[in-house]
């Protein structure tokens, strides 16, 4: 089996005190292996976000080679910077590895459910596919488990987080695995209307706060 790899970024520690935290949940697709730091996800949607006038930071919460289980296993660490809103895509590298649907299911289960109900923080869910190789009844349980967890916790949902960039060989790096930055920013392009009404749910939690 393919794994994804690389090195773990370190959380970005510097944002603006009124700016919006955003914390960008999930593996090397996030963390941006193989790309120099300013062309990676979290970078580029920052950018985009930025360009569209929202004051937001986003932070790198991407490890290479995680799996959910290591994304639940973090949770603590991640959420001590204090985000306001929570992009998370996590589940790539089970489905590469073959992990059982039912422990990813269990994983993202108990990560949304803190994250959307005990945190309370506005939450956006990226979805993953399984790779074809892994068999029709795999593929089935892993695919469905996303629009399942997202209905069930009522979050909001992008259904594939590699839309019109996956098996795109110009999108991708020489692995066939990973974005290059024209990937990115078509991952970015895709998701921005999302990102943005995760951010009005946020600003507004901010402002009544206030």
């Known amino acids: 089996m393919v794994v994804l790899a690389g090195s773990v970024p370190a959380m970005a520690d510097d ?8 914390l960008a949940l999930g593996d090397s ?11 990676g996800f979290t970078a580029q949607l920052e950018s985009a976000l930025r360009a569209e006038g929202w004051p937001v930071t986003v932070l790198d919460g991407g490890v290479s080679g995680d799996t959910s289980a290591g994304g639940r296993a ?10 306001d809103a929570v992009l998370v895509a996590l589940g790539a590298n089970d489905g590469l590895r073959g992990i059982d649907p039912d422990e990813t299911r269990a994983n993202l289960d108990a990560i949304l459910a803190r994250l959307a109900g005990d945190e309370d923080l506005p939450t956006l869910f990226a979805g993953m596919y399984a790779p074809p190789n892994l068999g029709r009844e795999y593929e ?3 695919n469905g488990l996303y629009p399942d967890l997202a209905a069930t916790h009522d979050v909001g949902f992008f259904p594939f987080f590699l839309k019109d960039v996956a098996m795109v060989e110009a ?15 078509v991952m970015v392009e ?5 990102v943005t009404d ?13």
Not at 15 to 22: E, I, T
Not at 74 to 81: I, S, Y
């Open 140 to 142: 089935q349980a892993f």
């Open 171 to 185: 999108l991708n790096q020489g692995d066939g695995i990973h974005p290059n930055a024209e990937g990115v920013a």
């Open 74 to 83: 973090r949770l603590d660490w991640v959420l001590a910077d204090e985000p």
């Open 15 to 22: 944002a603006a005190d009124d700016d919006l935290r955003l």
């Open 29 to 39: 697709l996030i963390a941006g292996y193989g790309l120099p730091p300013e062309q």
């Open 190 to 194: 895709n998701l921005l209307p999302h």
């Open 198 to 210: 995760l951010l009005e749910q946020a600003h507004g939690n901010t402002s009544g706060d206030g």
